[in-house]
């Protein structure tokens, strides 16, 4: 497995979580950390051959926090509400 960080500053650009799920296949990376998403409330997306998991931040868009998960290991990730 390979596991990475990455600063994206902004997921809400148009295009933004495509670019990035296809960038992160391209280094084969199986789950990654993401800070900065700056994304409302919280959810689960899939893009790719990824599901993007990102939870809420505060009210002016800082500390949301995310995870890109291969479709591979999915399964392994436990949903806690």
Not at 48 to 71: A, C, E, I, S
């Amino acid at each position: 497995m390979r596991f990475s960080t990455c600063n994206v500053r902004g997921l809400y650009r148009s295009g933004s979580l495509t670019t990035t799920s296809r960038e992160l296949g391209r280094y084969k990376l199986d789950l990654v950390g993401v800070q900065e998403v700056s994304w409302d409330k919280g959810g689960m997306v899939g893009m790719g051959d990824f599901n993007f998991f990102y939870g809420k931040g505060n009210k002016t868009h800082q500390l949301r926090t995310g995870f890109f998960v291969h479709h591979g290991i999915v399964s392994a990730v436990k949903r806690v509400c």
